[in-house]
């Protein structure tokens, strides 16, 4: 097997090894969304596995799924990399520039999902979109003040509302 070669392997999840490397984290919120997504479809994105270091290359919170869940074992796309080819690998899978965007007919498609199903994606991506922006505000160095207790932030599409806190905004100012 070369790095462009890869097979479908059914591997003990103890033989996973998680990589050091891996530059993606997720929030407690979030990673609920993706333990559900997956008892509800099944592992339907498999992690994908270096054999020849036993490292994970894509897939690290859907591992921790599956330990949470009590799975033993799960398919894998086994690959036979080396270590700059897995870091690099790694790095690309986790991208999410090279992921895409919704773009505004997804919320017609919304429309079409149960109450529950709706209300769980949209709160996800609010998550998502109010961690972008918190990250944002702490590039930007602050020299106007927040109004004490933060500011409260309304979604113009969905009216979703949550705050973000006085303390975790800068405001850049030129």
């Avoid at 799975?71 to 870091?87: C, G, H, N, Q």
């Avoid at 109010?130 to 933060?150: F, T, V």
């Avoid at 309304?154 to 800068?170: R, T």
């Amino acid at each position: 097997m070369t790095a462009n070669k890869w097979e479908i392997k059914k591997v003990s999840l103890d033989e996973l090894k998680t990589s050091e490397n891996n530059p993606r984290e997720i929030s407690n919120h979030n990673f609920q969304g993706l333990l559900n997504s997956i008892k509800r479809f099944g592992l339907v994105e498999p992690i994908v596995w270096n054999s020849r270091t036993g490292r994970i290359v894509g897939g690290h919170q859907r591992l921790r799924a599956l330990v949470e869940m009590g799975v033993k074992e799960a398919l894998v796309v086994a690959v036979d990399m080396t270590s700059e080819e897995e870091l690099s690998a790694n790095l690309t899978l986790n991208n999410p520039a090279i992921e895409g965007e919704f773009e505004e007919p997804v919320n017609d498609l919304l429309a079409k999902l149960k109450s529950e199903e709706t209300t769980m994606f949209k709160q996800l991506n609010l998550d998502s979109l109010q961690k972008a922006l918190e990250k944002e505000l702490e590039k930007a160095p602050g020299s106007i003040q927040p109004p004490e207790g933060g500011y409260k932030t309304k979604c113009p599409c969905c009216g979703n509302e949550w705050e973000v806190a006085a303390a975790d905004v800068s405001v850049e100012v030129g």
